[in-house]
């Protein structure tokens, strides 16, 4: 690791941390303000309509029920589509900066003639990253602890159940960051690098969607991140998912591995 090259790579990375960090705690809070203007009864009847119930399932990996909490109703903070756009955002704007972005604008040359080593960069900007995502990941819990003093719904939030949902959605972003380095080590073009982690990404979510009516997307949904995210499981159950999580903590070892061979063993463009 390089202090000056983890500095600058944080340094880089926190004004779309804060903007994006503040954009999540506020749709948190608008989620919150919405769903809060609904009875009990009003929500249900609402989320109980068949479209909206297979989106919904699509979204937390289970079916509403008449005995839903709110906190599992607020688990859909954790999995609302903008939530999702505002971490990927961040993390492919990041991780691809490092080397994809730099052979990009030339500068590949500047950077690896420092007098440090490539596993200094490759690990000072994963840290850098990392932290960002750890950061980001904790905005929706901020946002309904927020939500829960300001904006409270028919019962207070139980956030010892939305905390183990917040690990397994930080587990989920680890692995899309290990992705995007790896995209990011293999290209030596930022959009290439971003369009393929995203088309993975949208590949996913369509085929949790597509699974609700086809036992064949169903059966592939495996390949899929967002088959080991399961928030309202969670809520219900209130246990850790260690399955799911050693499954995407195990792919993003093996992602950031690859990353990091390639990226040794790769020739960098002159300008």
């Known amino acids: 690791m390089n202090a000056g090259i983890l500095r600058r790579t ?8 804060l903007i994006l960090g503040g954009a999540t ?3 948190e ?17 609402l989320l109980r309509q068949p479209f909206i119930q ?3 399932k699509t979204l937390l990996g289970a079916e509403l029920t008449a005995e839903l909490s709110a ?68 905005c929706p819990l901020l946002g309904l602890w927020l939500g829960d003093r300001y904006l409270p719904m028919w019962e207070p939030l139980d956030f010892s159940r939305l905390a183990v949902v917040a690990g ?17 080590c293999w290209s030596s073009r930022r959009g290439w690098a971003i369009a393929v982690v995203l088309g993975w990404l949208l590949a996913s979510f369509l085929l949790e969607f597509l699974g609700q009516f086809s036992p064949t997307a169903r059966a592939l949904g495996v390949v899929g991140i967002l088959h080991y995210y ?13 399955a799911h999580i050693v499954v995407l903590l195990g792919l993003a070892v093996a992602l950031w591995g690859a990353g990091w061979i390639r990226f040794r063993a790769r020739d960098i463009p002159a300008c």
Do not use: K
């Open 10 to 17: 944080f340094l880089d990375a926190l004004l779309p941390l």
């Open 25 to 27: 705690v506020l749709t």
């Open 29 to 45: 809070l608008a989620l919150m303000a919405v769903m809060g203007e609904f009875s009990r009864q009003d929500q249900m009847v």
């Open 54 to 56: 297979r989106f919904i």
């Open 71 to 138: 906190t599992g109703v607020m688990s859909l903070g954790l999995t609302h589509p903008l939530v999702y756009a505002l971490s990927w955002s961040f993390i492919l704007t990041v991780a691809t900066r490092i080397p994809a972005a730099e052979i990009e604008r030339g500068t590949a040359d500047l950077l690896f003639t420092l007098p440090v080593t490539r596993w200094a960069v490759y690990v000072s900007a994963t840290l850098s990253l990392l932290c960002g995502v750890a950061l980001l990941a904790a």
């Open 168 to 184: 397994n959605y930080l587990a989920v972003q680890v692995c899309v960051s290990a992705a995007a380095l790896l995209a990011s």
């Open 230 to 242: 399961r928030p309202l499981l969670l809520v219900r159950d209130g246990a850790a998912p260690m």
